[in-house]
């Protein structure tokens, strides 16, 4: 599964009944709490690497991915817009790219 089909998964979800998924619910309770649970989860990934744990890490970044789709699909911002950004972004260095945010 890339990236791609896991988005078109959730963008099918919007409109189903949240008793169906939990995508579905998720999405059903708004914007601000499909970002809520997106930053718990970074944080639960943040802690799996400062503990070291790669297979932690492995689960929980998943679940960050995942998340993030979801809030994204949340604000209806595509996530081809998002990966456009990511190759505009990959013919300046990372150090030129921030410097040029300011």
């Not at 970074?42 to 400062?50: D, G, K, L, R």
Request: net charge negative.
């Amino acid at each position: 599964m890339t990236l791609d089909d896991l988005y078109a998964t959730i963008l099918s979800r919007k409109e189903a009944d949240p008793s169906s998924s939990w995508t579905a619910q998720l999405l059903a309770k708004g914007p601000e709490k499909c970002a809520e649970k997106f930053g718990e989860e970074a944080v639960e990934a943040i802690i799996e690497a400062v503990k070291n744990d790669p297979k932690g890490l492995t689960s929980e970044a998943a679940d960050v991915l995942y998340h993030l789709l979801v809030m994204l699909a949340a604000r209806d911002v595509p996530l081809s817009d998002v990966l456009d950004e990511l190759a505009r972004r990959q013919s300046t260095s990372g150090i030129a790219e921030k410097a040029a945010r300011k």
